[in-house]
């Protein structure tokens, strides 16, 4: 087994497919050469003006008409082969192909005519995709046998022990070959058959050895960055315990459970508590990057993208109503917005960017939510009329740790992080995300900004199977 499969093929999936790949190139690559086949003979016949005897043209067209019986079993059984190393595997059907094929040729180069044949250059066709195909001790072995059994039917013609069919009207006088002609066509023959087999074999050999090398590669990089962020998740959920018990203090003072305190000390502690909500912010928003990163989880559910946003904005209402902003919602899609995703993510987007508005909103502002649809996405579009994003940051805003250059002198305080955790969960679910600045509700002081989040209305087979690398982190 280890001849034709080799070990390190055994848990290479990309491989396996690559040999699937090719049998179906081959099979359908067969279905031109059995009609090439007939093509021969009526064009030779009718075009090029060639006598073909009665058993050259049953012999052909027996050939021909194998090779689609043949190629139709190979496409029906390709289908049931599964690629499981231990047992009879797609790399076995590949070697029946290209024995199957080596067959059919032989008879056809037998029946044209042997070293008159102008169809015997197909058997270095097949070296090399044997060569691509198949480990080098199977392909040698079979690239000596198909030498030696065209030099044995040389010989046997030679001798008279099988017939000639020369194909009338290919050669205008009949030549006859000496014998030493024989054997430096069988020379020469083989010489090109076994140095196309060490080149392609050996061209190949090198692919898939770099391309073991760059697999091994990027499993190191995937284990490095598994203990990165397994390290990083560890330090930060440290520093984070005590930054919540520095928080739990300073808001038992600043609801005076240990006594009255003056207006400095208070606007000093609210200060403080800010800071320290937006380091616990800060330290969130790592630990959900970390955990998108480091877990493969999916917890696709279906939900309504609509009432998802509205629970988001729920949860903001203090803030809204703290700041009097006027927060408007727009229906253009008046339908529900089924979508098929990890629900918990997708409000973590929503509370990433509705938070953004209030935050970087004045007092007394507006915000709108609008729902849209076009022919592949549910669109939802996040407006305000805030302090909005320069021109030269919009390509840069998804960046990790990336702040607006506007952002240096405002009040409020951010990670950085928040819009970069938005753009790889809207990734991992197939979808876009766009920023416009200025926004249609920009005013001459105050450009706002608009968030275009378009998620695939269409729930194909895709979204279904394809495996995404998620994680649900805590809001």
């Given at each position: 087994?280890?001849?034709?499969?080799?070990?390190?093929?055994?848990?290479?999936?990309?491989?396996?497919?690559?040999?699937?790949?090719?049998?179906?190139?081959?099979?359908?690559?067969?279905?031109?050469?059995?009609?090439?086949?007939?093509?021969?003979?009526?064009?030779?016949?009718?075009?090029?003006?060639?006598?073909?005897?009665?058993?050259?043209?049953?012999?052909?067209?027996?050939?021909?008409?194998?090779?689609?019986?043949?190629?139709?079993?190979?496409?029906?059984?390709?289908?049931?082969?599964?690629?499981?190393?231990?047992?009879?595997?797609?790399?076995?059907?590949?070697?029946?192909?290209?024995?199957?094929?080596?067959?059919?040729?032989?008879?056809?180069?037998?029946?044209?005519?042997?070293?008159?044949?102008?169809?015997?250059?197909?058997?270095?066709?097949?070296?090399?995709?044997?060569?691509?195909?198949?480990?080098?001790?199977?392909?040698?072995?079979i690239c000596a046998v198909v030498v030696f059994v065209y030099s044995l039917l040389i010989h046997f013609q030679r001798i008279d022990i099988i017939p000639t069919h020369s194909i009338k009207g290919l050669l205008v006088n009949p030549v006859n070959y000496t014998l030493s002609y024989d054997i430096i066509f069988v020379l020469v023959?083989?010489?090109?058959?076994?140095?196309?087999?060490?080149?392609?074999?050996?061209?190949?050999?090198?692919?898939?050895?770099?391309?073991?090398?760059?697999?091994?590669?990027?499993?190191?990089?995937?284990?490095?960055?598994?203990?990165?962020?397994?390290?990083?998740?560890?330090?930060?959920?440290?520093?984070?315990?005590?930054?919540?018990?520095?928080?739990?203090?300073?808001?038992?003072?600043?609801?005076?459970?240990?006594?009255?305190?003056?207006?400095?000390?208070?606007?000093?502690?609210?200060?403080?508590?800010?800071?320290?909500?937006?380091?616990?912010?800060?330290?969130?928003?790592?630990?959900?990057?970390?955990?998108l990163k480091l877990l493969e989880q999916t917890f696709f559910e279906y939900f309504d993208l609509k009432e998802t946003f509205r629970e988001t904005i729920k949860q903001k209402n203090d803030l809204i109503s703290s700041k009097l902003l006027d927060v408007k919602i727009v229906e253009n899609f008046q339908n529900g917005m089924n979508?098929?995703?990890?629900?918990?993510?997708?409000?973590?987007?929503?509370?990433?960017?509705?938070?953004?508005?209030?935050?970087?909103?004045?007092?007394?502002?507006?915000?709108?939510?609008?729902?849209?649809?076009?022919?592949?996405?549910?669109?939802?579009?996040?407006?305000?009329?805030?302090?909005?994003?320069?021109?030269?940051?919009?390509?840069?805003?998804?960046?990790?740790?990336?702040?607006?250059?506007?952002?240096?002198?405002?009040?409020?305080?951010?990670?950085?992080?928040?819009?970069?955790?938005?753009?790889?969960?809207?990734?991992?679910?197939?979808?876009?995300?766009?920023?416009?600045?200025?926004?249609?509700?920009?005013?001459?002081?105050?450009?706002?900004?608009?968030?275009?989040?378009?998620?695939?209305?269409?729930?194909?087979?895709?979204?279904?199977?394809?495996?995404?690398?998620?994680?649900?982190?805590?809001?």
């Amino acid at each position: 087994m280890s001849l034709l499969v080799p070990d390190w093929t055994y848990n290479y999936s990309e491989f396996w497919n690559t040999i699937r790949r090719r049998n179906l190139w081959l099979i359908k690559i067969r279905y031109f050469a059995a009609i090439g086949l007939l093509s021969f003979l009526f064009l030779g016949k009718f075009l090029f003006q060639l006598n073909f005897t009665n058993v050259q043209i049953t012999s052909i067209s027996a050939i021909a008409f194998s090779i689609f019986l043949y190629n139709v079993f190979f496409q029906v059984i390709r289908k049931y082969i599964l690629c499981d190393p231990v047992k009879f595997n797609c790399m076995h059907l590949s070697l029946l192909q290209m024995l199957a094929d080596l067959v059919s040729l032989m008879l056809l180069i037998y029946y044209t005519g042997l070293i008159e044949s102008p169809l015997y250059v197909f058997f270095i066709f097949h070296m090399v995709i044997g060569s691509m195909i198949l480990p080098g001790v199977i392909i040698y072995s079979i690239c000596a046998v198909v030498v030696f059994v065209y030099s044995l039917l040389i010989h046997f013609q030679r001798i008279d022990i099988i017939p000639t069919h020369s194909i009338k009207g290919l050669l205008v006088n009949p030549v006859n070959y000496t014998l030493s002609y024989d054997i430096i066509f069988v020379l020469v023959f083989g010489m090109l058959m076994f140095l196309t087999v060490i080149i392609a074999n050996r061209m190949a050999r090198n692919l898939l050895k770099r391309e073991e090398q760059l697999r091994f590669a990027l499993e190191q990089l995937n284990n490095a960055e598994i203990t990165k962020q397994k390290y990083i998740m560890g330090v930060v959920h440290e520093i984070k315990s005590p930054i919540a018990a520095i928080k739990s203090l300073v808001e038992v003072i600043l609801k005076k459970y240990l006594g009255p305190i003056n207006g400095s000390v208070e606007e000093k502690l609210m200060r403080i508590n800010l800071r320290v909500d937006e380091g616990l912010e800060l330290i969130n928003n790592v630990l959900r990057i970390s955990r998108l990163k480091l877990l493969e989880q999916t917890f696709f559910e279906y939900f309504d993208l609509k009432e998802t946003f509205r629970e988001t904005i729920k949860q903001k209402n203090d803030l809204i109503s703290s700041k009097l902003l006027d927060v408007k919602i727009v229906e253009n899609f008046q339908n529900g917005m089924n979508y098929y995703g990890d629900k918990a993510l997708i409000s973590l987007v929503f509370s990433n960017l509705i938070s953004n508005s209030i935050k970087y909103t004045d007092n007394g502002g507006t915000i709108w939510i609008e729902f849209d649809k076009d022919q592949s996405y549910y669109i939802i579009k996040i407006i305000d009329d805030g302090i909005g994003i320069p021109e030269k940051d919009l390509k840069k805003v998804f960046e990790q740790f990336y702040r607006g250059s506007n952002l240096k002198d405002y009040k409020s305080e951010g990670s950085g992080l928040g819009l970069s955790l938005v753009k790889e969960i809207i990734s991992y679910h197939n979808g876009e995300i766009e920023v416009e600045s200025p926004s249609k509700l920009s005013s001459d002081n105050r450009p706002g900004v608009c968030f275009i989040v378009k998620l695939p209305a269409t729930l194909g087979d895709n979204m279904l199977t394809e495996k995404v690398s998620l994680i649900r982190g805590k809001i």
